[in-house]
Each structure stands twice: as C-alpha cells, then as structure tokens.
C-alpha cells in the first residue's frame, strides 16, 4: 500500500467517527441515550413447577389363586364399571363339591325336622336334636366355604375404570397373585410437583393451578391444590404438592410430565425497563436523569419482573426521568442526552424540536 492510499484510508475512518460522533452526541459530546419515565404497571407473582401425573385410583388385579383362565370377560383398554366381570377362573371342581355339600345339608336338614317333630311328641331327646343341627350347620359352613372358593375364581373391577392391555388369554394357567390387568380411574387427575420451601406461605388448600402438556401445547388444564405434604425434603428443601385436575374427557394419562403454573399475588407497582437496569453484585442501579440533564446513579430495590418490565419497590418515585437504554455510554454525575420516544435528535447548531401533547411541534434552543 503506497502512503498516499494509507493517508486517504486514514482519512476516510476519521470522518467516519466524527460522523457517528455527530449523530450519537448532542451538544459538547453529550452521548445520546434512550429515555424513559418510571410508570405504573402489574406485576403477577408466579410460582412455576414440574409435575407428573397420577391415576385417581390404580390398582393391579391379580389372580387370588392358582388356576386355569376359562374367559376373560374384557378388552384392551376398556371402559369398566365397578363389579363388572374381568376374567374366570376354571371352578369345575369346586361346583362338585359345592352340589355335594349342599345335598348332604339339605338331608340333615331334613332329619332335624323329624327329630324335632317326635321330640315335641316325647319320643326324641335333646341331645339328638342338638347332634342334628350341629350336622346341619356343619354343612351349611362347609358350603358358604366353597361359594367363597367359586367367587375367588370370578374376578370383578374394585371400581369403574379404565382397564390396560391385558397380558392373559383364555387357558393360561395363573398362579396365585399373577397379575390380570390394571385398572385406572383417571376421571381425574392427581398432579404431583414439588416447590421450594420457601413459597411454603403463599400455597394454600383450593388454591386454582393451571398446567400444561406437550402433547397438548395449545390447551391449558386448571385445577385447584388438594394437598400439602407437611414434612419438607432436607436435601432439597422442597414439598411436595397435590393437585386435582378434572379429566372427563380422557385426555390426561397417568405419567404425563406437565409444566404447573400457579400464580399466588398480582398487585400494582413501578416499572421501569429491564434495559434501564444496572447490576453490580447484588445491588441494583438505575440512571435517573435530573432537570438539569444530569444522570444520577440511583441505588433502587427491585421485586418482580414481567414482559420486560421490572419492579421497583423503593429508591425512584413515578414519573422520574430515567435512562432506558444506552446505560453503556453514560457517566455518573454526567450530562446526558436522554431522547423520549417521539422527540428527534438535535442536530448540532439547530433548535431542538419535540412533540407536545397536542401533537404541534415546539422550538426551543
């Protein structure tokens, strides 16, 4: 490169920079920044967690005893109701015996009659009669015993539900505490998540919740809180939470992992932009810009944040006049350029000219 182009390249950036300087600065060098006021806005207080779903009832149905499967009395994912017959056990055998019981207990009832009837004439004592009706109580016990048996091999639905796919079919063998199939209520829903202990106070029992699901992105589900485990977690110092959640529809499914969103305060407060905010540590700052165009760093304490807003609880008062934007550029106890939306940029040399509240432009130098 020969120095001539070195020196008109040199030359080039140099106008370049007092360009942007003109642009950026006001008058001296002042940098210009976006303005702001502090307003009002609401602030919702969130409690956001992650929960996984729960049948209202669940329940395996196992086989009370080892025998073989004669029927099954539903299908894959069946609606049931309580009592509803899910599968029969083979009881050939024990309707032999139960025939035979019950014979043997109509006959000794039978005798008990007779000896009851020559006792009323003298001709039968009471210990035969007693001896009778322990015969025939003895048989009546022992057939009640084998009806038992029988209803053990007919298994019924403890509640109305949903039952799952089943695993068995008809002549399988089961041994006893083989299981069937599960039963679900999922009516409604029992939402489990766990919170921080430290929003301990701001969950109550009836409280409403709102949840979410991916595989229902677009639909929100709402609730309200059944229960407060009382004992905290001391390794993570969190509780444990239990929602309902309505389900008549069907579309929740016990293991679904969903997104809970409980909001537990809205209130009004100030606001100020996020890009307004300076953090050093754990302090906050904000440039407050005075009548005289100063900028003030300020000590504020700030509380909730909401769509790029945040709350401030103490240090600035409505209406003061803030640097929203540009913090970057901005000195303490500085002259700034602090521009509101609506007002243009005065070039160096001429007036500037802002927006009234009626809209006419006013001149000033």
């Known amino acids: 490169?020969?120095?001539r182009s070195s020196w008109l390249l040199g030359l080039f950036f140099a106008l370049a920079a007092c360009g942007d300087a003109d642009e950026q600065g006001g008058r001296g060098g002042t940098p210009t920044v976006v303005g702001g006021t502090v307003t009002q806005a609401e602030f919702v207080s969130e409690i956001e967690a992650v929960g996984t779903a729960f049948a209202n009832e669940q329940t395996v149905i196992t086989s009370p005893v080892t025998e073989r499967i004669e029927r099954i009395g539903f299908v894959d994912g069946a609606i049931v109701r309580r009592g509803a017959v899910i599968a029969q056990l083979s009881r050939g055998e024990e309707s032999a015996d139960l025939n035979s019981v019950e014979a043997r207990a109509r006959e000794a009832n039978k005798q008990?009659?007779?000896l009851t009837s020559l006792q009323e004439r003298g001709f039968a004592t009471n210990a035969a009669v007693d001896?009778?009706?322990?015969?025939?109580?003895?048989?009546?016990?022992?057939?009640?015993?084998?009806?038992?048996?029988?209803s053990d091999r007919v298994i019924r639905a403890p509640f109305d539900g949903v039952l799952s796919l089943r695993t068995v079919s008809p002549g399988t063998v089961v041994t006893s505490g083989s299981p069937i199939a599960t039963i679900s209520d999922i009516s409604?829903?029992?939402?489990?998540f766990t919170v921080p202990e430290?929003?301990?106070t701001a969950l109550e029992k009836g409280q409403v919740i709102e949840a979410r699901s991916a595989a229902y992105p677009d639909q929100s589900f709402f609730g309200t809180i059944n229960n407060i485990n009382p004992l905290i977690d001391p390794l993570s110092?969190?509780?444990?939470?239990?929602?309902?959640?309505?389900?008549?529809?069907?579309?929740l499914r016990p293991g679904m992992l969903m997104s809970v969103r409980i909001v537990s305060d809205t209130r009004t407060g100030l606001a100020i932009p996020e890009t307004a905010l300076l953090a050093q540590g754990d302090q906050s700052f904000v440039f407050r810009v005075d009548k005289d165009g100063i900028a003030r760093r300020t000590a504020i304490e700030v509380g909730l944040r909401s769509k790029g807003l945040v709350e401030v609880t103490s240090g600035i008062a409505l209406g003061d006049r803030i640097v929203a934007d540009g913090t970057v550029k901005v000195r303490d106890d500085a002259?700034?350029?602090?521009i509101l939306p609506g007002e243009k940029?005065?070039?160096k040399g001429d007036k500037k000219t802002t927006k009234t509240a009626g809209g006419k432009a006013a001149n000033g130098s």
């Open 188 to 192: 409604s829903i029992k939402l489990d």
């Open 112 to 114: 008990l009659e007779r």
């Open 335 to 338: 002259p700034v350029n602090a």
């Open 237 to 251: 110092r969190s509780l444990t939470v239990r929602a309902i959640l309505p389900n008549q529809a069907r579309k």
């Open 131 to 150: 001896e009778q009706t322990a015969l025939r109580d003895g048989a009546r016990a022992d057939a009640n015993a084998i009806r038992s048996r029988i």
């Open 198 to 200: 430290n929003f301990l």
């Open 345 to 347: 940029v005065a070039k």
């Open 1 to 3: 490169m020969t120095f």
